[in-house]
T-cell receptor, first 113, second 110 residues
Framework: DTAVSQTPKYLVTQMGNDKSIKCEQNLGHDTMYWYKQDSKKFLKIMFSYNNKELIINETVPNRFSPKSPDKAHLNLHINSLELGDSAVYFC????????????FGPGTRLLVL | RKEVEQDPGPFNVPEGATVAFNCTYS??????FFWYRQDCRKEPKLLMS???SGNEDGRFTAQLNRASQYISLLIRDSKLSDSATYLC???????????FGSGTQLTVLP
C-alpha cells in the first residue's frame, strides 16, 4: 500500500564511504525528486527527474549522483561521504501537471561519523 | 527578502484556541501556494493548496494576499493532533520546483 518508499530508513556510515539510497513509487507518477532536510529543518530540493530525464539539478556537489532506471524508481548515490552530508533525505513524486501535489517518502536518516 | 519566510515559533496554544501563521514570499510571479504539515520525524504531507484568494477545509483556512505577497494559515478550535510543524511552500517557476519555508512549530496543549 505504501505510495512512496525509501530504503534504508537509517544509514550510519564512516566519512569517505560510498552509499546509495533507493526510492520507489507505486502511484504511477512521472516525476520524482530528492530533497535534503538538514539539522535546522530546511527542506531543499536536490534533483528532479521526469520520465527518467533529469529536469532539476540544484547546486549539489557532484559526489551526489541520482539515477532513474525507470519512472517508478529514483536512486541517490553518494560518493566520499562527508560529515556535512548528515541529514534526512526525502524522496517525493508527483504527476506531470504543475498543479499536482508532491507525495513524500518516509525519509532516510543519514549519519556520517 | 528571502524566497519564503515564516515565523519559526514555537507557538504553544491551549486546545480550542485559534492560531494563525503568516508566510511571506519574494517571487511575485508565483501562482499557486501550498501549506504542508510535518509531524516530528515524519515526512511532509500536503495540508492545503491555495490557487486564488484563499481556501477553506474544515477548521483550516488559508488566505492569499498577492499585493503584500503573504499567505496565512488559520486553525480554528485547535486539537492536540494539530501539533506539528507547518511548512509554507511556494513554487519557483513551476510547481515541480518548490521552495519550502523553514516551518512554524505548533504545540497544542491540553
Amino acid at each position: 500500500d505504501t505510495a512512496v518508499s525509501q530504503t534504508p530508513k537509517y544509514l550510519v556510515t564512516q566519512m569517505g564511504n560510498d552509499k546509495s539510497i533507493k526510492c520507489e513509487q507505486n502511484l504511477g507518477h512521472d516525476t520524482m525528486y530528492w530533497y535534503k532536510q538538514d539539522s535546522k529543518k530546511f527542506l531543499k530540493i536536490m534533483f528532479s527527474y521526469n520520465n527518467k530525464e533529469l529536469i532539476i539539478n540544484e547546486t549539489v556537489p557532484n559526489r551526489f549522483s541520482p539515477k532513474s532506471p525507470d519512472k517508478a524508481h529514483l536512486n541517490l548515490h553518494i560518493n566520499s561521504l562527508e560529515l556535512g552530508d548528515s541529514a534526512v533525505y526525502f524522496c517525493a513524486s508527483s504527476q506531470g501537471s504543475d498543479q499536482e501535489t508532491q507525495y513524500f517518502g518516509p525519509g532516510t536518516r543519514l549519519l556520517v561519523l | 527578502r528571502k524566497e519564503v519566510e515564516q515565523d519559526p515559533g514555537p507557538f504553544n496554544v491551549p486546545e480550542g484556541a485559534t492560531v494563525a501563521f503568516n508566510c511571506t514570499y519574494s517571487n511575485s510571479a508565483s501562482q499557486s501556494f501550498f501549506w504542508y504539515r510535518q509531524d516530528c520525524r515524519k515526512e511532509p504531507k500536503l495540508l492545503m493548496s491555495v490557487y486564488s484568494s484563499g481556501n477553506e477545509d474544515g477548521r483550516f483556512t488559508a488566505q492569499l494576499n498577492r499585493a503584500s505577497q503573504y499567505i496565512s494559515l488559520l486553525i480554528r478550535d485547535s486539537k492536540l493532533s494539530d501539533s506539528a510543524t507547518y511548512l509554507c511552500v511556494v513554487p519557483r517557476g513551476s510547481a515541480r520546483q518548490l521552495t519550502f519555508g523553514s516551518g512554524t512549530q505548533l504545540t497544542v496543549l491540553p
